[in-house]
């Protein structure tokens, strides 16, 4: 079973910044997608950023210039830059990883802007 650590959150003020990592005991080298998703309470879970193994990045609204997510050269940890965070964007972040069949998750991290 792979599993993903999460690291980074915490709080900050509006217009501060935070970087979440996710490290990965199992790599997405060849193929899959690693990604950032969060959550409300009553609200459902929803995409912030995802990559592929080759690179390729989709946002979600909310995170469209303001967030980037990175991958490192050995596809087992992914960063997500988050810069003027506001306070719409307290959630418990979590990190996905899907390769083939297998689907993971982590077990989330809280992030919380204050005004």
């Known amino acids: 079973q792979v599993q993903l650590v999460e690291s980074g959150g915490g709080s900050v003020h509006t217009g501060g910044s935070l970087r979440l990592s996710c490290v990965s005991s199992?790599?997405?080298?060849?193929?899959?997608?690693m990604a950032w998703y969060r959550q409300v309470p009553g609200k459902e879970r929803e995409l912030v950023a995802q990559i592929t193994a080759a690179g390729s990045k989709t946002y979600g609204d909310s995170a469209q210039g303001r967030f980037t997510i990175s991958l490192t050269n050995e596809k087992t940890t992914i960063h997500l830059q988050m810069n003027d965070l506001k306070p719409d964007d307290t959630a418990v972040y979590y990190c996905h990883r899907h390769r083939g069949p297998n689907r993971n998750w982590g077990p989330g991290i809280q992030v919380t802007v204050s005004s």
């Open positions: 199992g790599t997405i080298l060849g193929y899959g997608l």
